[in-house]
């Protein structure tokens, strides 16, 4: 029997209780040499709804994963009508405060780095440099069989001409760009396949079940070395990919700081955890710290 990745996590130790206090944030930050490591939290206030929470989709919603993709043609079919219509939400998508203030602490050399578990591209619409996409982009595809690589907007045109007249109306819309479809509103939607070998398409992100690539991951390592510092902003950390590097910068005894409304697997490894709104919380930070949030927001892959 196949098991399914574990989706969800419940505090089951007594945790460090969250603060408003952003002072320990702003001292880090003014001090540089900061690592930041965002999550699905951070792109709320941008109409991307988080995983985990009181409101998270997971609490009507499985994740799409590797093993059933790969395997079943009905399933595909099910993600990629599924995933065409939310492609729609996410290109409307525009960064926020948070992604604003993170870029601005980039622009005056406050950061080693980004690292996003994020697939929406807001970092880089907000004008962050170097952001590592831990988890992929959605606004990507890749042929399993070729191995080519190609532009999620090139793929939304060819399901377009393949499934003329496709608009139901979603129940909603996931982190992982999956909109809320039933079976008959999924109907006989046509899937294309890579126009390169006829192979089988996928978006170039990480599927749950599937492993991030180890020279990603070590990339990653090498960042949190880097680091002075590691500043978690909007995740539960509750799945590996994240949490080890919370678990590293801890063991190699730098500051972990954490800026989450809820309770998250990495607490016990932070020297605080602000329970704050990350727009509003990430302002107050630049402003104390004297820096302008510059720029206009863009859509992901605008110049």
Known sequence: MRMRPTLS????????????DLEPVTEVLSAGGV????????STESGIPDYRGEDGSLN??????????????????????????GWRTFGRARPNAGHRAVAAFGRHGLLTGVITQNVDGLHQAAG?????????????????????????RDLARRLEEANPGFEPVAAGINPDGDADLTDAQVGDFRVVPCSVCDGILKPDVVFF?????????EHCRELVREAASLLVLGSSLTVMSGLRFVRQAAQEAKPVLIVNRDPT??????????ALPL??????VTERLGIPVDGRPTAPGES
């Open 279 to 284: 727009g509003s919380a990430l302002t107050t």
């Open 9 to 20: 996590w419940t505090p089951t130790e007594d945790l460090p209780p969250g603060t408003t």
């Open 209 to 217: 079940g599937e492993a991030v690539p180890p020279r990603r991951v």
């Open 128 to 152: 962050s440099d170097g952001v590592v996409e831990l988890h992929g982009s959605l606004d990507r595809v890749v042929c399993l069989s070729c191995g080519t690589s190609s532009p999620r």
């Open 35 to 42: 690592l930041i490591l965002s999550g699905a939290g951070l």
């Open 265 to 274: 697997r990495g607490d016990r490894h932070a020297r605080t955890r602000v």
């Open 60 to 85: 009507r919603h499985t994740p799409m994963t590797y093993q059933d993709f790969t395997a079943d043609p009905r399933a595909r079919r099910r993600y990629w009508a599924r995933s065409h219509l």
